[in-house]
T-cell receptor
């Protein structure tokens, strides 16, 4: 089973709202990722958690706040977003195998619209 | 310089025919993995196939095969017997051994299968 789930599928929020995106995997993977994808572009890495610790933060604005409560869950807390933050947000997970063979498996994404 | 280049922004293929999607890469790391993902309009990134830099044989997964030419630094995806459901965006990606969890994506190729 290579399933990563994400909720909600769609989210519309105002610039003053606070919302959260959720991601879950039950494959025993120890690395989890957040990506942002704009239309007709490849995904851009935002954050990486490895063994529940933040290992990569790609200079993401502080209005995006990741959280990894346990090895199966990954949240992305959103606050005071801008319209340009509207995008598809993808979660992924991988086994965290040392080296270059570690395959990332993606969830279905959350389509976020900021009004 | 771009690490992953996909030179075909869009392609058409007739149903039941084979199609090749191009991918060239640039790395000085001798250890790396190459991945292909499919992204339908629904948004989910679906892992298709993997090729490691030390693999002697080209990877195959069902109708997907990877034409790996290491000296030319190319990793083209071949889809045999195209189906209407193959219409999607296809991304080539690379993970270098010295880059940790980073996955570098190409710009993508939109494949459209004609009935």
């Amino acid at each position: 089973d290579t399933e990563v789930t994400q909720t909600p599928k769609h989210l519309v929020m105002g610039m003053t709202n606070k919302k959260s995106l959720k991601c879950e995997q039950h494959m025993g993977h120890r690395a989890m990722y957040w990506y942002k994808q704009k239309a007709k572009k490849p995904p851009e890495l935002m954050f990486v958690y490895s063994y529940e610790k933040l290992s990569i933060n790609e200079s993401v604005p502080s209005r995006f706040s990741p959280e990894c409560p346990n090895s199966s869950l990954l949240n992305l807390h959103l606050h005071a977003l801008q319209p340009e933050d509207s995008a598809l947000y993808l979660c992924a997970s991988s086994q965290q195998i040392t080296g270059f063979t570690d395959t990332q498996y993606f969830g279905p994404g959350t389509r976020l619209t900021v009004l | 310089a771009q690490k992953i280049t996909q030179t075909q922004p869009g392609m058409f293929v007739q149903e039941k025919e084979a199609v090749t999607l191009d991918c060239t890469y640039d790395t000085s790391d001798p250890s790396y993995g190459l991945f292909w993902y499919k992204q339908p309009s629904s948004g989910e990134m679906i892992f298709l196939i993997y090729q490691g830099s030390y693999d002697q044989q080209n990877a195959t997964e069902g109708r997907y095969s990877l034409n790996f030419q290491k000296a030319r630094k190319s990793a083209n995806l071949v889809i045999s017997a195209s189906q209407l459901g193959d219409s999607a965006m296809y991304f080539c990606a690379m993970r270098e051994d010295n880059a940790g969890n980073m996955l570098t994506f190409g710009g993508g190729t939109r494949l459209m299968v004609k009935p």
